[in-house]
């Protein structure tokens, strides 16, 4: 099994400019995850949506964060306009739907706004 | 919300030495994992453990549900083991892990 994919693995941008995230879950997982790790906020969740419907988005820090799920392979979360303050590193995780609560993380991109 | 408290902040070891990181939280929870992350930044599964206790090779891990702590146990530890260990709980399977601030460690050859 390939993992969680996120892409791209680090970007940098200036402060105004768009920026689109993307994660590929585990196939057959039906729950995913967007949380970001700072220095000051320790890691914190975004926004997490069950079978491709977004449950709970009261982590998005501001309407210049916005996530979609159009199929079950793949989620993108898009910052615009981004800011410095925006620096951090995003992670995607995945979960199956059974029995097992166990979430698994992409390896993240870190994000950098200048 | 549900408060996880990890301690200590900070650990420094020989390597050979065995360490035990403790995570404590505040309310009953159906899911609990343990994480390694490594110098690269990604994070790696090391346990999922709502109760009881697991082994893997030198790490092991014990959660006492009913007590509302788990215990993180690090044996002939290796400089690869250095990182940051984070304990992160849940409500229930669909809900996300909050996360603990964590516990740096670091292994000294």
């Known amino acids: 099994d390939a993992g969680v994919i996120q892409s791209p693995r680090h970007e940098v941008t200036e402060m105004g400019q768009e920026v689109t995230l993307r994660c590929k879950p585990i196939?057959?997982?039906?729950?995913l995850f967007w949380y970001r790790q700072t220095m000051m906020r320790g890691l914190e969740l975004l926004i997490y949506?069950?079978?491709?419907?977004?449950?709970?988005d009261s982590g998005m820090p501001e309407d210049r964060f916005s996530a979609k799920m159009p199929n079950a392979s793949f989620s993108t979360l898009k910052i615009q306009p981004s800011e410095p303050r925006d620096s951090a590193v995003y992670f995607c995780?995945?979960?199956?739907?059974?029995?097992?609560?166990?979430?698994?993380f992409g390896p993240g991109t870190r994000l950098t706004v200048t | 919300g549900i408060q996880v408290e990890q301690s200590p902040p900070d650990l420094i070891l020989q390597e050979g030495a065995n360490s035990t990181l403790r995570c404590n939280f505040s309310?009953?929870?159906?899911?609990l994992q343990w994480f390694h992350q490594n110098p690269w930044g990604q994070l790696i599964n090391l346990f999922y453990?709502?109760?009881g206790t697991k082994q893997n090779g030198r790490l092991s891990a014990t959660t006492v549900a009913t007590e509302r702590y788990s215990l993180l146990y690090i044996s002939s530890s290796q400089t690869t083991d250095s990182g940051v260990y984070f304990c992160?709980?849940?409500?229930?399977?669909?809900?996300?892990?909050?996360f603990g601030k964590g516990t740096r460690l670091s292994v000294i050859a």
């Open positions: 196939s057959g997982h039906n729950s």
């Open positions: 453990i709502p109760s």
């Open positions: 949506f069950n079978n491709n419907v977004p449950i709970d």
């Open positions: 992160a709980v849940g409500f229930s399977g669909n809900t996300p892990l909050v």
């Open positions: 995780a995945s979960k199956w739907g059974g029995n097992s609560y166990e979430q698994y």
């Open positions: 309310d009953s929870v159906n899911n």
